[in-house]
């Protein structure tokens, strides 16, 4: 293997000065149909160059895949259920239903078909070696890890379930990186798409008083009443918030994971879905105060607020410790549809890819994942926006004059009396329009804020 190894190297040194840079390791890997991005060249360069001088020499580059031989080997003997030195279709379904992913026969023959070359059916450990020798895909868990649902994505909306990390990951502190990433990828996110978020609650709180609140008049308005800057009235808090709500959820994940599974078991879909809903719930339970605050500077008028403190002042004076949580149990009440729909539209467009479109590979790149999410989030977020826009009206009652204090029912009884079912949809439009500029915005910044931080895909 070392020779063959050997004579890779010098066919990719281009220059045949001995040491590899990072252009001559992408063209060359990408005219062997090894890897199909600067990406993929990137995290095995970046894992290679151990002395950290910007080129991989001989020994690093022979150390890098000896090292990765030796994961691989690991990941193919975990498959390995009877230790016949083959991998078949059975023990694919298996090992994914093991760690918590079911799926059929058909698309487990599927994975095999792309990564078997003989036409066997089965993968011997050459076949297993030469397919993921420069796929930084290590172990099963990450081959899983192509169709997961990613932290990194962020539409506003905080009740996604939250994700999943590995031991591994935990012990060598990447979960917390990770977190982090997705935490400034939100924050740019959001602030990104500010202006859309503020006119969807502009037209959540005030659209049964005038029906001619639609999308470019709810801007002029709002600009003419404080300016291009009063667009970004309740980003702040609505950025703030994102830390503490991110650690309160990630932590009462896991301990809804410990509940629900036995000791050493490998959580599954419904689990999961349960586990996420609670941590959800916890997690709004924790920063709930603030959702009303980021309500009410995003309704409020030019100078009604100085800030989140005086606001938080005046609601305390005026209204007293409840008014923090108005519109609680509709938001409670939103996550089950939320995260439930969320979760079962991304498990079905995961299963028709892979038994339609899965060919010569089991990845199915950047916008397929991309398009998923915001397919599956956007159809959970339908589910759930009349619970949003009624909690929303209760978050907002008290700054209203001459409308009267409703609970959840009386508000639901009201709209639907004064404005039909529509009215339970009013400010969905903007709501809507901000779903692919956020996707695309926190996946950029979610990515580039990995490789700052040093995420590796080990």
Same mark, same amino acid.
Not at 129 to 141: A, G, K, Q
Not at 322 to 337: E, M
Not at 341 to 358: G, M, P, R, T
Not at 360 to 366: H, M
């Given at each position: 293997?070392?020779?063959?190894?050997?004579?890779?190297?010098?066919?990719?040194?281009?220059?045949?000065?001995?040491?590899?840079?990072?252009?001559?390791?992408? /063209?060359?890997?990408?005219d062997?149909?090894?890897?199909?991005?600067?990406?993929?060249?990137?995290?095995?360069?970046?894992?290679?160059?151990?002395?950290?001088?910007?080129?991989?020499?001989?020994?690093?580059?022979?150390?890098?895949?000896?090292?990765? /031989?030796?994961?691989?080997?690991?990941?193919?003997?975990?498959?390995?259920?009877?230790?016949?030195?083959?991998?078949? #279709?059975?023990?694919?379904?298996?090992?994914?239903?093991?760690?918590?992913?079911?799926?059929?026969?058909?698309?487990?023959?599927?994975?095999?078909?792309?990564?078997?070359?003989?036409?066997?059916?089965?993968?011997?450990?050459?076949?297993?070696?030469?397919?993921?020798?420069?796929?930084?895909?290590?172990?099963?868990?990450?081959?899983?890890?192509?169709?997961?649902?990613?932290?990194?994505?962020?539409?506003?909306?905080?009740?996604?379930? +939250?994700?999943?990390?590995?031991?591994?990951?935990?012990?060598?502190?990447?979960?917390?990186?990770?977190?982090?990433?997705?935490?400034?990828?939100?924050?740019?996110?959001?602030?990104?798409?500010?202006?859309?978020?503020?006119?969807?609650?502009?037209?959540?709180v005030?659209g049964?008083?005038?029906?001619?609140?639609?999308?470019?008049?709810?801007?002029?308005?709002?600009?003419?009443?404080?300016?291009?800057?009063?667009?970004?009235?309740?980003?702040?808090?609505?950025?703030?918030?994102?830390?503490?709500?991110?650690?309160?959820?990630?932590?009462?994940? /896991?301990?809804?994971?410990?509940?629900?599974?036995?000791?050493?078991?490998?959580?599954?879909?419904?689990?999961?879905?349960?586990?996420?809903?609670?941590?959800?719930?916890?997690?709004?339970?924790?920063?709930?105060?603030?959702?009303?605050?980021?309500?009410?500077?995003?309704?409020?008028?030019?100078?009604?607020?100085?800030?989140?403190?005086?606001?938080?002042?005046?609601?305390?004076?005026?209204?007293g410790l409840?008014?923090?949580?108005?519109?609680?149990?509709?938001?409670?009440?939103?996550?089950? +549809?939320?995260a439930g729909?969320?979760?079962?539209?991304? /498990?079905?467009?995961?299963?028709?890819?892979?038994?339609?479109?899965?060919k010569?590979?089991?990845?199915?790149?950047?916008m397929?994942?991309?398009?998923?999410?915001?397919?599956?989030?956007?159809?959970?977020?339908?589910?759930?926006? +009349?619970?949003?826009?009624?909690?929303?009206?209760?978050?907002?009652?008290?700054?209203?004059?001459?409308?009267?204090?409703?609970?959840?029912?009386?508000?639901?009884?009201?709209?639907?009396?004064?404005?039909?079912?529509?009215?339970?949809?009013?400010?969905?439009?903007p709501?809507?329009?901000?779903?692919?500029? #956020?996707?695309?915005?926190?996946?950029?910044?979610?990515?580039?804020?990995?490789?700052?931080?040093?995420?590796?895909?080990?």
């Open positions: 293997m070392d020779s063959l190894y050997g004579d890779l190297f010098w066919y990719l040194d281009y220059n045949k000065d001995g040491t590899l840079d990072i252009f001559e390791l992408q /063209e060359g890997l990408e062997i149909g090894a890897i199909q991005s600067l990406e993929e060249a990137k995290k095995i360069f970046t894992t290679g160059d151990v002395n950290k001088d910007g080129k991989l020499d001989f020994e690093e580059f022979m150390k890098y895949l000896k090292d990765h /031989e030796k994961k691989m080997k690991l990941a193919f003997k975990s498959l390995d259920k009877n230790n016949d030195g083959k991998i078949e #279709a059975s023990e694919i379904v298996q090992s994914l239903q093991t760690l918590g992913l079911t799926i059929s026969e058909q698309q487990a023959e599927l994975i095999l078909q792309s990564i078997d070359v003989d036409g066997t059916m089965t993968v011997d450990w050459n076949e297993w070696r030469d397919y993921f020798l420069f796929n930084p895909v290590t172990d099963i868990e990450e081959i899983i890890r192509f169709w997961k649902h990613s932290t990194g994505i962020d539409i506003g909306d905080s009740l996604t379930i +939250p994700d999943e990390f590995t031991e591994d990951e935990k012990k060598s502190g990447q979960w917390w990186r990770q977190l982090l990433a997705g935490g400034i990828a939100g924050a740019v996110s959001r602030t990104s798409t500010a202006p859309l978020d503020r006119l969807k609650i502009m037209m959540q005030h049964s008083k005038s029906d001619k609140m639609n999308i470019f008049g709810g801007f002029r308005q709002m600009v003419k009443e404080g300016g291009i800057r009063s667009l970004w009235r309740g980003n702040g808090t609505n950025v703030i918030k994102i830390a503490p709500e991110t650690a309160v959820k990630f932590w009462a994940y /896991e301990q809804y994971k410990k509940l629900l599974t036995e000791e050493g078991q490998k959580i599954g879909t419904f689990e999961r879905f349960i586990s996420g809903s609670m941590a959800g719930a916890t997690a709004q339970t924790f920063i709930y105060p603030m959702e009303v605050m980021k309500t009410r500077l995003a309704v409020g008028k030019t100078g009604q607020y100085s800030g989140i403190y005086d606001c938080a002042k005046k609601i305390l004076k005026h209204e409840g008014a923090f949580y108005k519109g609680y149990v509709p938001n409670l009440l939103g996550i089950i +549809p939320y729909i969320d979760l079962a539209v991304y /498990e079905l467009l995961k299963s028709y890819w892979l038994d339609n479109f899965a010569d590979s089991v990845n199915p790149g950047v397929v994942l991309l398009g998923c999410g915001a397919l599956s989030s956007t159809c959970g977020q339908l589910a759930s926006y +009349p619970l949003a826009l009624v909690r929303t009206r209760m978050q907002a009652q008290a700054m209203l004059e001459g409308s009267p204090q409703l609970n959840m029912v009386g508000l639901f009884r009201r709209i639907i009396s004064k404005e039909g079912i529509p009215g339970l949809y009013r400010g969905i439009t709501n809507f329009m901000k779903v692919l500029p #956020a996707v695309g915005i926190s996946y950029v910044v979610y990515e580039n804020m990995k490789q700052t931080l040093g995420v590796t895909q080990k």
